[in-house]
Structure formats: structure tokens, C-alpha cells
């Protein structure tokens, strides 16, 4: 891919905007400018009123491998960000503007989204989908949140009592196990599993379809659903876990490990490894 590529595509179509995280060589890890990307492209989704369905999904083999730990902890060169994380505040700062609020102006975006999402949703990629109101997974997609073993105590948003049901996010976090796109469906985390090749295609369909509602009226229905999750105690239960997830960070347990992987002197290793 040539250098000057951007790491986000948009693109129009009827009333349909098409976010695209452009890194597939490297699975769509999320760093800084993905991140900042998506907010970007939003702003043009929302401003622009022929958009009424906004689909985010990403370019290559897989959806995305959750945040891009090489920009964090790797020998790559520190971003503003970055270089915020040597303190436990500047962690929380970076955490609380760039993951939880990034995320949730997703979730409270106010034209429905749609997630289509092909190959590997791994931890940070998964909050990332569920931030949408629609999921479509292709049958090769694959969910997984494997960093409890590596210390993390989740992600910074917890979606999965929500997306599973509480005793199946237990196993699922513990186990760190892989969901296919059928179980995914099954347990109610994606609304569609179709083929690979079709991805696209459906996905616009579904979109198309989406659009024919007046915007008015799918905001509204939307931030009612929403409303409703907010009533069950969704945001509260995100805001808690934030905090625990951030406390976390900042344990001897989780100090200790992180230093032995800085130690490592492959950052590939890290990379793949360690994806929140
Ligand atoms: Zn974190």
C-alpha cells in the first residue's frame, strides 16, 4: 500500500456513508490517526443531510485486531498520546478521550450504524463493532476479548453482558475462547452472518433498506432504544467498569507484565500477543 494511502476511506453513495479503516497490514489495530479518522468522518456523515446510514467497516482480511499496542508500548514514535500513558493520569486521559468517548460518540451517533465485519474482532475491534446498532458479520468472521490473561481487565467499555448475557461473558472473557460468526449469531452479538463474498453487497442492502426511514424517525427510535439500555443501567455499568478497568492498568500484576513485554525484543511478538 503506498505511503500517502489514508488510514480511513469514506465514501457517499445514495444516502449510505461508508467508513473504512484502511490498515489491513496490520488488521486494523487502531491507533492514533485510525481513531482519529473515524471521528473525522463522522463529522462528514453527520453534517451532510442526504446521509441517513452510516456503515463502518474495514478494508482487508479482517475487521480490526483491537488498539494498536506497537503505537503504545512498541519502539514506533511516540505520539502526543503515547507519551501522555507514563503517568496512570495520562493513561486515564488517553483512555477516557480517545477510547471510551471516541466509542460512545459512536453508540450515540445519531444516524444508525451498521458494522460489517469479516475476519478477526479481536478485543478493542469488538467494542469498536458493538458501538454500532446493526452487526453483519461474514461467515468467516471470528469474536474474541483475550486480554484477561494478558492482565487487562477487558477493554475500557465492557459490551459483553450486554452483547452475550452476563454468564457467557464470564466464560467468554475468562476462556479468552474464539466465537465463530454462526455462535455470534446465535448468542444475538450479530444481526446477519452471509458469505464473505457478499459482505459488501448485503451490507449495502440492509443500509438501503435502513434509509428508507425517515431520519427524524431513526433518530428517534434509536435514541428510545438506547434510552432503554440507559434505563437498564448501560452507561453506569460502563462508567464503573472504566474505572476498574483503569485501576487495573495500574496494579503491580499488570505493571510487572507489561514491563516483561517491553523487555521482549520482538515488538511483533508484543503486537500480537497484547491487543488492548
Ligand atoms: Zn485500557
Redesign the pocket.
Known amino acids: 500500500m503506498p505511503k500517502d494511502e489514508p488510514v480511513v476511506l469514506y465514501e457517499v453513495r445514495g444516502h449510505v456513508a461508508t467508513i473504512t479503516m484502511n490498515r489491513p497490514e496490520v488488521a486494523n489495530a487502531q491507533d492514533t490517526a485510525l481513531i482519529d479518522g473515524i471521528d473525522a468522518c463522522l463529522d462528514q456523515a453527520d453534517a451532510d443531510d442526504e446521509v441517513r446510514v452510516v456503515v463502518l467497516a474495514g478494508n482487508g482480511k479482517h475487521f480490526s485486531s483491537g488498539h494498536d499496542l506497537k503505537a503504545l508500548v512498541g519502539d514506533t514514535e511516540p505520539d502526543e498520546w503515547r507519551r501522555m500513558r507514563d503517568t496512570p493520569e495520562g493513561k486515564f486521559r488517553h483512555?477516557q478521550v480517545m477510547?471510551v468517548e471516541r466509542c460512545q460518540r459512536i453508540y450515540h451517533f445519531r444516524k444508525p450504524t451498521i458494522a460489517a465485519v469479516q475476519g478477526a474482532c479481536v478485543a478493542a475491534g469488538l467494542m469498536l463493532a458493538c458501538m454500532c446498532d446493526l452487526i453483519v458479520a461474514s461467515d468467516d468472521a471470528t469474536f474474541q476479548n483475550p486480554v484477561l490473561r494478558m492482565t487487562?481487565a477487558g477493554?475500557?467499555l465492557l459490551v459483553e453482558p450486554w452483547e452475550l448475557g452476563i454468564r457467557k461473558a464470564k466464560e467468554f472473557l475468562w476462556t479468552g475462547e474464539t466465537l465463530d460468526a454462526q455462535e455470534a449469531w446465535r448468542l444475538g452479538l450479530v444481526n446477519r452472518v452471509v458469505p464473505r463474498e457478499e459482505l459488501t453487497q448485503r451490507v449495502d442492502e440492509l443500509a438501503d433498506r435502513v434509509a428508507l426511514v425517515p431520519p427524524t424517525t431513526a433518530q428517534v427510535v434509536k435514541d428510545s432504544l438506547n434510552n432503554t439500555a440507559t434505563l437498564m443501567g448501560k452507561e453506569a455499568s460502563w462508567k464503573y467498569h472504566f474505572m476498574a478497568?483503569q485501576w487495573m492498568?495500574n496494579t503491580e500484576t499488570a505493571t510487572s507484565a507489561l514491563k516483561a513485554r517491553q523487555a521482549k525484543s520482538s515488538m511483533s511478538e508484543v503486537f500480537a500477543e497484547h491487543r488492548?
Open positions: 483512555e477510547y487487562g477493554v475500557e478497568h492498568h488492548d
